[in-house]
Nanobody, 122 residues
């Protein structure tokens, strides 16, 4: 079973950038598809981005496309989410996760980190 731990969440002004990291341990995470989700207060958890094991294929939610970039460093067992042009609607707890297969739906993911809080101020 893989263990996931996010870091990098903080308060940032609108228009700013932030880089989240997710450290993976346990089974070999470099063999797995990985993804990022987020959950704002009072809202359902929503898909943000996913990446193939090699890092060559990525897919994004429309709401973050061209602003966020998902990447991975398999040598360091680390998943990255670079977030640019942040706005107040990006305020949420961001969670990294591992799915059983390539997917954007929450139910396909069977391992989750505890989350990193991102607050975007106007």
């Amino acid at each position: 079973q893989v263990q996931l731990k996010e870091s990098g969440g903080r308060l940032v002004q609108a228009g700013g950038s932030l880089r989240l990291a997710c450290a993976a341990s346990g089974r070999t995470p470099s063999e797995d598809v990985m993804g990022w989700f987020r959950q704002a207060p009072g809202k359902e958890r929503e898909f943000v981005a996913t990446i193939s094991p090699s890092g060559t294929t990525t897919f994004y939610a429309d709401s973050v496309k061209e602003r966020f970039t998902i990447s991975r460093d398999n040598a360091k067992n680390t998943l990255i989410l670079q977030m640019n042009s942040l706005n107040v609607d990006d305020t949420a707890v961001y969670l990294c996760a591992k799915p059983r297969f390539w997917a954007t739906m929450t139910g396909a993911y069977d391992a989750w980190g505890q989350g990193a809080q991102v607050i975007v101020s106007s």
